[in-house]
């Protein structure tokens, strides 16, 4: 390091640590398979659908439909992945440049952070010491058994609050305490929105964690030159602005991100995440609760070596308390691994009953429930922070004592890597999330890509809690979230759906019994508006869950040749698309009904009731829908309907005599609203031109038994739907739960007055997203244009 100018040292551990960031990546993830799995993997390598869940706010791919306000927390972070996507870069690279950025950016911020609180807190004028300081604690930051689980997973939005912590922190004191401007406090902002991705529970704790800083330290802060009341004006100012695109619709729908209380399963839940979390453990950063289910776990538990290592690495950092300089920030980050270390052992002792009392008490803990999750990575900031004061502060003392002894503290960082091995010996990442995806599901978008009609399609056999599926690929494994919807291209309900509310007593594992009364399904696809079934050979027949399941038999075999059997004998029932991997079937119209159809009986009705408790009387539909096909139904206008976007369709209703239901087969939400409009001359296209009323869309389907047309869909993004917050819709008390689950409107035509108008059934909280990101945008340009301003004066 001596024969190293000084102007270059910076940029050496800035190398170092992005260098050491892309082995380790390389190292786990390798070049030759994809890193998908659990809740987000697979979304890597469908980014272009992905985005949709960002800019809409209700996701109809997850079937029969569900609010997805709190998706739109993601948006940037979506963004960020589509434009990488849009470059050119394929899924194999992204995943590659994103785990990477995880170490590279949380050891920068945190290279960064130290920087500012060792100037700012200590006496210490040696660059030498300052970077060795604070490269060893970012290395302690990227490195330890905390990242070591968060990093067995493919990456997503919630891992951004662990990698941007320590920037934020950073810059929130360069705000307060060195310099503020309007650059440094946009900075800040900008980072603080990508925090926003993150998982809520934490930027609500992240939140309370900067404020403690700032009360803690406001004497510092006021003799500092900065204009601390500036910073926070503009700040929550702007930050008001730029996220009124996640708030406005959230707060539109009333719609709570956390609605726990104590209860009794919550403390059987603070009991099992935190059941390893004893006192020790966590000393030296362990403690997960499914730690045995990793192959580094004996190490860490049996090796006496690295049993000591895992000791001594916070033995440092507790050591830096007791030399003299910068006592109080010291001070201030041991009182907060001890805080965060008291939540995080949660029922273990010492004091059980205080942690369980301070839950009770606190509304929303619930949403602290995985508490060594939520907390151990304040023990993680805070051991960073004092074992760099540690590094700088013993370098210089031996400078000053011993001369070129000083550099025994590159011991501490080496110790850091050894004892942190896992990760250079591909020991971290999880084999299951390592796959190859045949090319025989790459392919299944073109098949779907044949039918430009608005469907369901039925996955069997039914997934883990109707979300994750185990398929065994050749020599891969698939663990993941569910993909048909991504695979399909379309809205996929899973089969889990109907053991989940009873409908067939048993269970989703191993029990054939809800495979062996298949056939029983057919009486409901109808109303779900399910048109394909998609089958899936490659179930795995079992699989060990280990901590929380031990092994499971599955019979993923046997339950596909049992609904194989079944479906090749059903009447109008016709085999697509068949491989070793699945089989595609296409229902006759017989077993289906549109999308959106209209129904003369209030039979088709059943109130605002459970799914559970109607089930079992929605077979009185299955009479009326035979009867429709047979034509005993009354005179019932003709509807052609069309799909703007998830959010909005448009409905045109015919030679309507006599009231009618209007059934929309998506999952009731008293946000879905019916505008109807009368104007004839007046139908808007995508192209901005206007057609007449006469005039008709393109149609591709029709259903004449049931009095239904299906126009061309557009699925376009329609910010000019904000109008929609001026508009009235009709009276709620017109809108009912139907089939046990979906939106219906009592329509009148002696009341709107016309047999011929138009209906537009559209989400109103997508409104207030447009709002919120026209607000956003307006705000965004405004401060880079201010920005230029002042540059160009300057």
């Known amino acids: 390091m001596k024969n190293i100018p000084k102007n270059n040292r910076?940029?050496?551990?800035?190398?170092?640590?992005?260098?050491?960031?892309?082995?380790?990546?390389?190292?786990?993830?390798?070049?030759?398979?994809?890193?998908?799995?659990?809740?987000?993997?697979?979304?890597?390598?469908?980014?272009?659908?992905?985005?949709?869940?960002?800019?809409?706010?209700?996701?109809?791919?997850?079937?029969?439909?569900?609010?997805?306000?709190?998706?739109?927390?993601?948006?940037?972070?979506?963004?960020?992945?589509?434009?990488?996507?849009?470059?050119?870069?394929?899924?194999?690279?992204?995943?590659?440049?994103?785990?990477?950025?995880?170490?590279?950016?949380?050891?920068?911020?945190?290279?960064?952070?130290?920087?500012?609180?060792?100037?700012?807190?200590?006496?210490?004028?040696?660059?030498?010491?300052?970077?060795?300081?604070?490269?060893?604690?970012?290395?302690?930051?990227?490195?330890?058994?905390?990242?070591?689980?968060?990093?067995?997973?493919?990456?997503?939005?919630?891992?951004?609050?662990?990698?941007?912590?320590?920037?934020?922190?950073?810059?929130?004191?360069?705000?307060?305490?060195?310099?503020?401007?309007?650059?440094?406090?946009?900075?800040?902002?900008?980072?603080?929105?990508?925090?926003?991705?993150?998982?809520?529970?934490?930027?609500?704790?992240?939140?309370?964690?900067?404020l403690a800083y700032f009360l803690t330290f406001i004497h510092q802060i006021k003799r500092s030159p900065t204009n601390p009341v500036f910073f926070f004006t503009v700040f929550l100012l702007l930050v008001l602005l730029l996220c009124s695109y996640i708030y406005?619709?959230?707060?539109?729908?009333?719609?709570?991100?956390?609605?726990?209380?104590?209860?009794?399963?919550?403390k059987v839940s603070f009991g099992f995440n935190s059941i390893r979390t004893s006192f020790l453990n966590l000393f030296r950063l362990a403690g997960l609760n499914v730690w045995p289910n990793y192959p580094y776990y004996h190490l860490y538990t049996s090796n006496g070596f690295f049993i000591f290592l895992g000791y001594l690495i916070p033995i440092f950092a507790i050591a830096s308390l007791f030399i003299r300089d910068g006592e109080k920030i010291k001070i201030f980050f041991g009182l907060v691994s001890i805080i965060a270390l008291f939540f995080a052992k949660g029922v273990h002792p010492p004091f059980p009953k205080l942690f369980l009392f301070i839950s009770s008490k606190i509304h929303y803990f619930g949403m602290y429930r995985a508490v060594y999750h939520k907390f151990v990575f304040y023990?993680?900031?805070?051991?960073?922070?004092?074992?760099?004061?540690?590094?700088?502060?013993?370098?210089?003392?031996?400078?000053?004592?011993?001369?070129?002894?000083?550099?025994?503290?590159?011991?501490?960082?080496?110790?850091?890597?050894?004892?942190?091995?896992?990760?250079?010996?591909?020991?971290?990442?999880?084999?299951?999330?390592?796959?190859?995806?045949?090319?025989?599901?790459?392919?299944?978008?073109?098949?779907?890509?044949?039918?430009?009609?608005?469907?369901?399609?039925?996955?069997?056999?039914?997934?883990?809690?109707?979300?994750?599926?185990?398929?065994?690929?050749?020599?891969?494994?698939?663990?993941?979230?569910?993909?048909?919807?991504?695979?399909?291209?379309?809205?996929?309900?899973?089969?889990?759906?109907?053991?989940?509310?009873?409908?067939?007593?048993?269970?989703?594992?191993?029990?054939?019994?809800?495979?062996?009364?298949?056939?029983?399904?057919?009486?409901?696809?109808?109303?779900?508006?399910?048109?394909?079934?998609?089958?899936?050979?490659?179930?795995?027949?079992?699989?060990?869950?280990k901590i929380g399941g031990g092994l499971k038999i599955l019979n993923g075999k046997l339950r596909a040749k049992i609904i194989e059997s079944i479906l090749r004998q059903q009447t109008g029932v016709k085999l697509i698309k068949d491989s070793k991997y699945y089989a595609l079937y296409k229902l006759s119209n017989f077993y289906f009904l549109p999308h959106i159809y209209p129904s003369a009986f209030t039979t088709a009705v059943y109130g605002n009731s459970s799914l559970t408790q109607t089930l079992p009387t929605i077979t009185r539909l299955f009479q009326w829908i035979k009867d429709a096909q047979l034509g005993l139904t009354q005179t019932l206008p003709t509807i052609t309907f069309r799909k703007i976007n998830p959010t909005r369709y448009e409905v045109k209703v015919e030679n309507a005599a006599s009231p009618f239901f209007l059934v929309f087969s998506e999952s009731y939400h008293p946000k879905w609203k019916a505008y109807v409009k009368t104007e004839n001359e007046n139908w808007e296209t995508r192209s901005g031109k206007r057609e007449t009323g006469d005039e008709k869309w393109e149609i591709i389907a029709e259903y004449p038994k049931v009095h239904v047309k299906e126009a061309k869909h557009e699925m376009t993004f329609t910010p000019e739907d904000v109008v929609y917050l001026f508009k009235k819709p009709l009276p709620e008390k017109y809108h009912l739960l139907v089939n046990g689950y979906a939106n219906a409107w009592f329509i009148d035509p002696n009341e709107i007055g016309k047999q011929n108008f138009t209906i537009t059934l559209y989400f109103w909280p997508q409104s207030l997203f447009y709002l919120g990101l026209f607000i956003s945008g307006v705000t965004l340009l405004g401060c880079l244009g201010y920005l230029g301003y002042e540059r160009i004066k300057g």
């Open 379 to 545: 023990i993680v900031l805070a051991y960073s922070i004092l074992i760099g004061f540690f590094v700088s502060q013993f370098f210089c003392l031996l400078k000053k004592y011993y001369g070129k002894a000083r550099y025994i503290v590159l011991l501490v960082p080496l110790m850091i890597l050894l004892y942190n091995k896992p990760f250079f010996t591909q020991s971290v990442v999880k084999r299951d999330y390592l796959t190859v995806i045949p090319e025989e599901y790459k392919k299944l978008e073109d098949v779907m890509k044949e039918d430009l009609t608005d469907f369901k399609i039925l996955s069997l056999p039914s997934a883990f809690g109707g979300r994750k599926l185990l398929l065994k690929w050749n020599d891969n494994l698939y663990n993941g979230a569910h993909p048909d919807k991504f695979f399909l291209n379309n809205s996929v309900l899973d089969s889990y759906w109907f053991i989940a509310y009873r409908l067939i007593p048993g269970t989703c594992w191993g029990d054939i019994k809800f495979e062996s009364n298949i056939n029983s399904v057919f009486n409901y696809t109808r109303i779900l508006n399910i048109k394909y079934i998609f089958l899936h050979k490659d179930f795995v027949d079992r699989y060990d869950f």
């Open 10 to 210: 910076l940029v050496l551990f800035l190398l170092l640590i992005f260098l050491i960031s892309v082995v380790v990546t390389l190292s786990n993830l390798g070049w030759d398979k994809s890193f998908i799995g659990d809740d987000y993997g697979i979304n890597y390598h469908f980014p272009d659908k992905t985005i949709k869940f960002y800019y809409y706010t209700w996701d109809r791919f997850y079937a029969p439909g569900k609010l997805a306000v709190t998706g739109i927390l993601g948006f940037l972070w979506g963004n960020f992945i589509f434009v990488l996507f849009k470059l050119g870069f394929n899924a194999i690279f992204i995943e590659r440049l994103v785990y990477s950025l995880f170490f590279s950016i949380s050891g920068l911020g945190s290279f960064f952070l130290l920087n500012v609180l060792l100037r700012k807190y200590s006496n210490i004028t040696n660059k030498n010491a300052i970077y060795l300081g604070a490269f060893t604690g970012s290395l302690l930051y990227m490195f330890n058994h905390f990242t070591m689980y968060i990093m067995s997973f493919p990456l997503g939005p919630y891992h951004l609050s662990y990698v941007l912590l320590p920037l934020v922190l950073a810059l929130f004191i360069y705000n307060l305490q060195i310099k503020t401007s309007f650059c440094s406090i946009l900075i800040f902002l900008i980072t603080f929105l990508f925090l926003l991705n993150g998982n809520p529970s934490n930027t609500f704790s992240i939140g309370f964690f900067l």
């Open 248 to 266: 406005l619709p959230i707060i539109g729908v009333k719609s709570g991100l956390y609605k726990s209380f104590f209860t009794q399963n919550l």
